[in-house]
C-alpha cells in the first residue's frame, strides 16, 4: 500500500496507509490536508511543489509513483515536466545549493520518472526538457553529469525497444490479415494445419501462450491505464508525444484476447469429422486448464470465451462426445457472478503463491486483463477527482496507484518457459474465421436446427457469394 511522504516543513516523517480509519486526526499544513498522518487531498499546486526535491527533503518513493501516475488526469506530462523544470531553476537562483546538495536528488527523481514512465519521453519536447535539466542539474558537477547521461542512454534504449515491439506487432498483424482464400470455405481450408499438428502437448501450448502474454504485458506503460479516461488533450493532432496513440500497447493486449479467442473457435468449426472437432475440444479445455496452474489467467479466459462462442456452442452433436466435467469446474472458476467472485479468489490465491514464490515459474500471475482495466475505470468514474474546494482527491490517486502497481509486479516477471518459435509463429500469425465465417463453418458442421438457424444460414451464404464476387 502507498505510504504518505514526509513533508517539506521539517516536522518528523513518518508512514501511514494512504486511506481513512474512523474518526481520526485531520490536519493542514498550507494546501495539504493529512488524516492520521496520511496525505489526503491538496491543491495542484502543492503537490508539483511537493515532488520537486530541496536541500534537505526528498519525495517518497510510493508519492512519487502516486503523483506521476495520476497526474495526466489534470495535466500533461510536459506541463508538469515544465513546472519542475521552472522549481529547479528557481531554487538554483535563489542560491539553494543546487550543484552540491540537489542535483543527486534531481536526478533521482528523473531516474525514478524515466524508468518508470519512460513513454512520456516519446515526446520530443520532453526529451528537450530532459536535456535543459541535464544542463542545469548536472554543470559543474561530474557525478550527476555522468548518472544523467547514464539515464538517458537507458531510457533510449527502453524507447528503441518499444518501437522495434511495436513494428514487431503491426508486421504479425498484417501476415494474419493476409487470409488465403482457402479460408473462406472449410471444406477448402483442409489442407491448412491445425493446432494439434503443430502442438499435442497442452502443458507446452500453456507455456508458449503465457511467453506471449508476458511478452506483451512488459510493454503497456502503467499511465496507459490512467491516459485511457485522462483529459483529452486540444492539441491531440498535433506533433510530438500526442501524435502517437497513448494506450496503444493496452489495445494491442486486448486485441491478442480477442484473437485467441477466435482463433480457438476458429481450430473447433474448421474440421470436418465431428470426432476431430470433439478431440480439439478436449485438448483446449487440458489447455486452459494448464493456464490455471499456471498463473496465466488472460489466456484461460480467452479459451473460454471462445469456446463460448456460439458458432461452437451450437455444436451439440460435437460436445456430446466430450467430457466437461474440467470445463464446467474451468467455467464456475471464471464465472462472472458476484463480480467475478470465484476469479478473484482464485487471482488472491496466486497472487500469494507468487510473493512467497522459490522460482520464476510460481511468480507468475497474469490477470484477466480486460477485468483488471474495468476495476481501474470504475475506480476512477466512481470516485471524484477533485473535491469541493478545488483540492485533489489524494485518497483516489492512492488506491489507482496500489491497482496500477500490483500490475507492475506481475508484468516483470521474466518468463521461465523454453520457447517454441513454430508454436508461437502459428498462435500470432494463423489466419482465423470472422464472425460470420465461424458461424458458416459451424452450419456445415452441423446444420441449421431451427428456422432462425436456417435464416442465418442463408443471409451469411449470400453475404460471403456477394464478397467472393468482389473480390
Known amino acids: 500500500t502507498p505510504k504518505k511522504p514526509p513533508r517539506k516543513t521539517g516536522e518528523s516523517s513518518f508512514l501511514a496507509n494512504a486511506r481513512l480509519y474512523g474518526h481520526g486526526i485531520t490536519a493542514s499544513y498550507g494546501e495539504m490536508c493529512y488524516h492520521d498522518n496520511s496525505l489526503v487531498s491538496a491543491s495542484l499546486e502543492a503537490l508539483i511543489q511537493h515532488l520537486v526535491p530541496t536541500v534537505d527533503y526528498y519525495p517518497d518513493r510510493s508519492y512519487v509513483f502516486t503523483f506521476l501516475l495520476s497526474s495526466r488526469l489534470f495535466l500533461h506530462p510536459y506541463e508538469l515536466m515544465t513546472r519542475v523544470c521552472h522549481l529547479c531553476v528557481e531554487q538554483q537562483r535563489s542560491g539553494d545549493g543546487i550543484q552540491n546538495h540537489v542535483a543527486p536528488k534531481l536526478v533521482q527523481l528523473l531516474t525514478e520518472w524515466t524508468e518508470t514512465f519512460p513513454y512520456d519521453f516519446r515526446d520530443e519536447r520532453m526529451m528537450r526538457c530532459l536535456k535543459d535539466m541535464t544542463h542545469h542539474v548536472a554543470r559543474g558537477d561530474e557525478y550527476s553529469w555522468r548518472a544523467m547521461q547514464q539515464m538517458t542512454q537507458r531510457l533510449i534504449k527502453r524507447l528503441s525497444a518499444l518501437g522495434q515491439y511495436e513494428e514487431a506487432v503491426a508486421a504479425l498483424n498484417t501476415v494474419a490479415m493476409e487470409r488465403p482464400a482457402s479460408l473462406k470455405s472449410k471444406q477448402a481450408s483442409g489442407q491448412r494445419s491445425d493446432v494439434l499438428s503443430v502442438c499435442d502437448d497442452p502443458f507446452v501450448l500453456a507455456q508458449q501462450l503465457t511467453h506471449i502474454e508476458l511478452d506483451r504485458l512488459s510493454f503497456i506503460g502503467p499511465e496507459e491505464f490512467i491516459q485511457t479516461f485522462a483529459m483529452k488533450d486540444p492539441l491531440e493532432n498535433h506533433k510530438g508525444f500526442f501524435r502517437k496513440r497513448k494506450t496503444s500497447n493496452l489495445e494491442a493486449y486486448v486485441s491478442w484476447f480477442n484473437r485467441l479467442s477466435y482463433l480457438v473457435a476458429t481450430e473447433i468449426c474448421m474440421p470436418v469429422k465431428k470426432k476431430h472437432r470433439a478431440r480439439i475440444i478436449e485438448f483446449f479445455i487440458d489447455v486452459a486448464q494448464e493456464c490455471f496452474n499456471i498463473g496465466n489467467f488472460n489466456s484461460l479466459m480467452a479459451i473460454i470465451t471462445g469456446m463460448n462462442m456460439s458458432p461452437v456452442a451450437r455444436l451439440k452433436k460435437t460436445w456430446s462426445k466430450v467430457n466437461t466435467d474440467k470445463f464446467e469446474i474451468l467455467e464456475h472458476q471464471m464465472d462472472p457472478s458476484s463480480n467475478f467472485s470465484n476469479y478473484r479468489t482464485a487471482l488472491r490465491g496466486a497472487t500469494q503463491r507468487s510473493e512467497t514464490a522459490h522460482s520464476s515459474q510460481e511468480k507468475i500471475v497474469i490477470?484477466?486483463?480486460?477485468?483488471?482495466?474495468?476495476?481501474?475505470?470504475?475506480?476512477?468514474?466512481?470516485?471524484?477527482?477533485?473535491?469541493?474546494?478545488?483540492?485533489?482527491?489524494?485518497?483516489?490517486?492512492?488506491?489507482?496507484?496500489?491497482?496500477?502497481?500490483?500490475?507492475?509486479?506481475?508484468?516483470?516477471?521474466?518468463?521461465?518457459?523454453?520457447?517454441?518459435?513454430?508454436?508461437?509463429?502459428?498462435?500470432?500469425?494463423?489466419?482465423?474465421f470472422s464472425e460470420d465465417e465461424l458461424h458458416l463453418a459451424s452450419y456445415e458442421s452441423e446444420g441449421p436446427e431451427n428456422n432462425m438457424e436456417k435464416d442465418s444460414r442463408r443471409s451469411l451464404s449470400c453475404s460471403s457469394l456477394l464478397s467472393n464476387v468482389n473480390i
Open 367 to 432: 490477470p484477466f486483463f480486460s477485468l483488471l482495466i474495468k476495476d481501474i475505470y470504475f475506480l476512477n468514474e466512481g470516485c471524484a477527482s477533485r473535491l469541493p474546494n478545488g483540492h485533489i482527491n489524494f485518497e483516489k490517486l492512492w488506491e489507482l496507484a496500489k491497482q496500477v502497481s500490483e500490475f507492475l509486479v506481475w508484468r516483470q516477471v521474466i518468463c521461465p518457459f523454453d520457447r517454441d518459435r513454430r508454436i508461437l509463429q502459428y498462435l500470432v500469425t494463423t489466419p482465423i
